[in-house]
């Protein structure tokens, strides 16, 4: 799973559908982050099973 974050940012992105997935100037990591905040549309995705 890759999650992803703005540089400058405390959120984290791992649904490549939400509207906020970073595209440019981000972070990536490649294990679930411990520090910062989970993007809550990405939670709702996943809960949903829509997050791609």
């Known amino acids: ?5 703005k540089k400058w ?3 984290w992105h791992w649904c490549k559908n939400c ?6 100037d981000y972070d990536v990591r490649y294990t679930k982050p411990t520090s910062g905040e989970l993007c809550n549309q990405c939670k709702s995705k996943e809960k949903d099973g ?3």
């Open 19 to 24: 509207s906020n997935w970073p595209t440019s």
């Open 50 to 52: 829509e997050c791609k």
């Open 1 to 5: 799973m890759e999650y992803r974050k």
């Open 9 to 11: 940012s405390d959120t």
